[in-house]
Structure formats: structure tokens, C-alpha cells
């Protein structure tokens, strides 16, 4: 499908050296800052006490991270179920036990609604979160290795390898973002990131399925335009598809509420990302690599030749 055709070769890859330098310098900072720095993990891997509390009406969960803000500046309230249900996770408190932050949040909750009532009270260990957060890690680097296995078998191995640097390039930059920015690291952001890793694969994917057709259909012609061509010919259905996916994500982002806050902008952070790696990273590493028509077009070999000759 083809919202709208282009009839001139727009040259991308003639920015690619400008364009490399700034990604490999973002890169590196990202990766520096992840290590120096570390991540604001959420309760989830940090442990902490989880409650369910239950309102007689719909519950305003803005205004009661406003009233528990006396508790700890990092509580999180989201909805679960119905609108009157409510979960609140506040992280360890040095000196107190489970219990006596329970007690503290239900007295803000109550002075502001008597007929809030706890529903049940949870804590979270830090052993707990260190296993979430070990088995995060488990999950993004099997998900990387199924990748590259992947590419490898759809792909010569110099398209796979562009690939595999390219989606490595996003999830380290969304995640070097929120080290930076000091952004809250949850569950549901670990799961955008795994999704972008979909997302982007799939973009660099269909680039290089059309590089591979125009290596077989055009005769003659470099490498470099080739390649100008393939990504020229795939912006109609890059417009289409992101544009749409943009609507959803920020759609989250600006109407799902905090609940959705971070997961929908690092899904948009990440689908951004991923149109810019498969052109100007993906597709520039596999003309750094030298990839040629051979690569891709096998010669014929001379009893084929002979089997076609009438």
C-alpha cells in the first residue's frame, strides 16, 4: 500500500558519516551514563510495600499522589479493576517496618476519605526485586540472541550484523535516556523496550528486503544507490505505519495517566529510534561492511547456464 510515491532518489546515505558520528557519540554516552550512573528503579526491583485500598466512589489517583507526596516523593497509585480500586506501592523506608508505612499512608488516605479501606498489604523484599530485575535482564538478552539467530538465516551475514548493531543502538539509547533523565525504570518500561526491539527489527527487516530486491532488479548501479533507492521506496509505508503507531502510543502518553506515562514514551522514544537506526545506522554499517550484489545475487553456474540455453 502507497499513500503517496516519490519519483526521486532522495540521497540518505550521503548524510550517513555526520549522522554515524552523533549516533556512536550518543551511544557511548548512553552506555557511560548506564554504568556510572544506574537506572531509578522502580518498587518493583527496589522492594518496598504494596497496598490495595478500596473507595466508595471512583477514586481521583492524581489527588492521592498528591496527599501521600508526605509519605515519599516516589509513591506510585494506579487504578486495578474498577475505578474505585486503587494500588499504592511506596519503596523502603530506613527504620520503618511494612506495617507502620501501611499505617501511615491509610491516616493520610482517611483524613482526606473516612470510608477509604484497606483491601490487603504487601511487602516487596529486596530479594524479590533483585530477582525481577535479574530476570529482566534474562529476558532482553534472550530476546537479542532469538534476534540475531533470526537475522542470520533471513540475511547475509553483513545485513545481519547492520541489523543486530542497529537494534542494539536503540535499546541502549531508550535506556541510556532514563538514566539521564532520572526517569522512573518499571516493569511495564522493560516490557516497551522488549517490544521495541520487535518494532525495530521488523523495520530494518523490510528495508533490507527491498535492498535485496533492487540488487536484483537493477543492473549497473552502486551500492550507495541502491540502497538510496530501497529506503526511498519503503518511506510511503514508514509514513503509514509509524504515523499510526505514533497515534497510539501517544494517545497513552497524554491520556492513559501516569500508569501509562513511562511505557508509552519510552515506546515512543523507541519507534522513533528505530525508523532513524534501520536507515542511517542499519543501512550505513552494510555499506561500511561492503556488502555488493554477490553478496545477495549468487552467479549462475555454468550447467544452469546450459539448462536454459534452448
Known amino acids: 500500500m502507497e499513500f503517496f510515491r516519490i519519483h526521486r532518489t532522495i540521497p540518505f546515505m550521503h548524510y550517513r558519516h555526520v549522522l554515524n558520528a552523533i549516533s556512536l557519540a550518543s551511544f557511548i554516552v548512553a552506555v557511560y551514563w548506564i554504568f556510572t550512573h544506574g537506572l531509578s528503579l522502580s518498587i518493583e526491583f527496589t522492594g518496598g510495600t504494596q497496598m490495595e485500598v478500596a473507595y466508595p466512589t471512583a477514586a481521583n489517583t492524581e489527588q492521592i499522589r498528591e496527599d501521600l507526596s508526605t509519605v515519599s516523593k516516589e509513591v506510585l497509585v494506579q487504578n486495578f479493576g474498577t475505578s474505585r480500586d486503587v494500588v499504592i506501592r511506596v519503596p ?8 507502620q508505612v501501611a499505617a501511615e499512608v491509610m491516616k493520610v488516605l482517611q483524613a482526606k476519605d473516612p470510608d477509604v479501606t484497606l483491601k490487603s498489604t504487601e511487602f516487596v523484599g529486596p530479594q524479590v526485586g533483585d530477582e525481577l530485575a535479574r530476570d529482566g535482564g534474562t529476558a532482553l538478552a534472550l530476546v537479542v540472541f532469538g534476534i540475531m539467530v533470526y537475522l542470520a538465516l533471513r540475511f547475509e551475514w553483513k545485513f545481519a550484523v547492520s541489523a543486530i548493531i542497529a537494534n542494539l543502538h536503540d535499546v541502549v539509547i531508550v535506556i541510556g535516556i532514563f538514566s539521564v533523565m532520572k526517569w522512573e525504570f518499571t516493569l511495564p518500561v522493560l516490557a516497551a ?13 523490510i528495508i533490507f528486503d527491498r535492498v535485496r530486491e533492487h540488487f536484483r532488479k537493477m543492473r549497473r548501479v ?14 510511503s509505508r514508514t509514513v503509514i505505519t509509524h504515523t499510526s503507531t505514533l497515534c497510539m502510543t501517544l494517545s497513552m502518553f497524554f491520556f492513559g495517566g501516569p500508569a501509562l506515562h513511562y511505557f508509552s514514551l519510552a515506546l515512543t ?34 550447467e544452469e547456464i546450459g539448462d536454459m540455453v534452448p
Request: net charge neutral.
Open 269 to 302: 522514544i523507541g519507534i522513533l529510534l528505530s525508523v532513524y537506526s534501520s536507515v542511517f545506522v542499519a543501512a550505513a554499517i552494510a555499506i561500511y561492511l561492503h556488502v555488493k550484489r554477490e553478496d545477495l545475487v549468487k552467479p549462475m553456474k555454468k
Open 222 to 235: 552502486d551500492t550507495i544507490e541502491i540502497i538510496n533507492s530501497a529506503i526511498t521506496a519503503t518511506i
Open 193 to 205: 523496550i522488549l517490544a521495541v526491539l520487535g518494532y525495530s527489527v521488523n523495520e530494518s527487516v
Open 92 to 99: 523502603t523506608k530506613e527504620g520503618q517496618t511494612s506495617g
